[in-house]
């Protein structure tokens, strides 16, 4: 009995002890300053993507009490809905960047995964489209371009969020259309286009010629 004792204090002495604190610790190591930092930029997108999410709530509360309404009849209404797709980007940036405020600071590898996944799933579109911009940039652009015109001019006096937004648009850049065509843009549109008179009789025909 007094050997086996000896023994195992011999074998005791001979491991050195860890605490577990210390050990899991050592194990899944963050540094406090990458932990804050990352906690804090996470946050601050947080606060736009909610901000985001009351802007298009609010422009799309707007539309839904006006005479038009929000109508989404087609893959074109939502992408030219300003406020729709102002609330879907809020809504992308919420809760991305709630997986990673939440999983810095709580050290949540899931959360921290599923951080990392969205943003390589953004990074990779992203750099997808870079790649058909300069490899066919004619197609692209005139694939643009007339889809602006066909969607956008036409849909001018249909939604008055989009109104706006090209109205900006043609100021900011100092332009009339939204192609190299310019004003021969406009054409396209109902109360517009510089038709006859007998096909036209909108006010406002050939205004913005």
């Known amino acids: 009995?007094?050997?086996?004792?000896?023994?195992?204090?011999?074998?005791?002495?001979?491991?050195?002890?860890?605490?577990?604190?210390?050990?899991?610790?050592?194990?899944?190591?963050?540094?406090?300053?990458?932990k804050y930092t990352m906690f804090f930029f996470n946050f601050?997108?947080?606060?736009?993507?909610?901000?985001l999410i009351g802007?298009?709530?609010?422009a799309l509360v707007d539309q839904w009490q006006s005479k038009e309404g929000?109508?989404?009849?087609?893959?074109?209404?939502v992408l030219f809905n300003v406020g729709l797709i102002i609330a879907i980007i809020g809504v992308l940036i919420f809760f991305v960047s709630f997986a990673g405020c939440i999983g810095a600071l709580r050290e949540n590898t899931g959360l921290l995964k599923l951080y990392s996944i969205a943003?390589?799933?953004?990074?990779?579109?992203?750099?997808?489209i870079a790649i058909l911009c300069f490899v066919f940039p004619h197609k692209i652009e005139g694939f643009v371009s007339d889809y602006l015109t066909d969607n956008m001019i036409k849909k001018y006096r249909e939604?008055?969020?989009?109104q706006n937004l090209i109205d900006f648009i043609q100021k900011e850049f100092k332009c009339c259309g939204l192609s190299n065509r310019?004003?021969?843009?406009?054409?396209?549109?109902?109360?517009?286009?510089?038709?006859?008179?007998?096909?036209?009789?909108?006010?406002?025909?050939c205004r913005t010629f």
């Not at 604190?21 to 540094?31: F, H, K, L, T, V």
């Not at 929000?70 to 209404?77: F, K």
């Open 55 to 58: 802007i298009g709530f609010y």
């Open 182 to 205: 310019n004003f021969e843009d406009w054409s396209k549109n109902e109360y517009f286009n510089c038709t006859r008179r007998e096909l036209n009789p909108s006010v406002e025909r």
């Open 1 to 34: 009995m007094r050997d086996s004792r000896q023994q195992h204090g011999h074998l005791e002495r001979m491991v050195p002890y860890t605490p577990y604190r210390q050990r899991s610790r050592n194990a899944n190591y963050i540094s406090p300053l990458l």
């Open 70 to 77: 929000v109508r989404i009849d087609s893959v074109a209404d």
């Open 119 to 128: 943003l390589l799933i953004f990074f990779l579109a992203e750099l997808l």
């Open 44 to 51: 601050v997108f947080w606060l736009v993507g909610g901000g």
């Open 159 to 162: 939604d008055a969020d989009l």
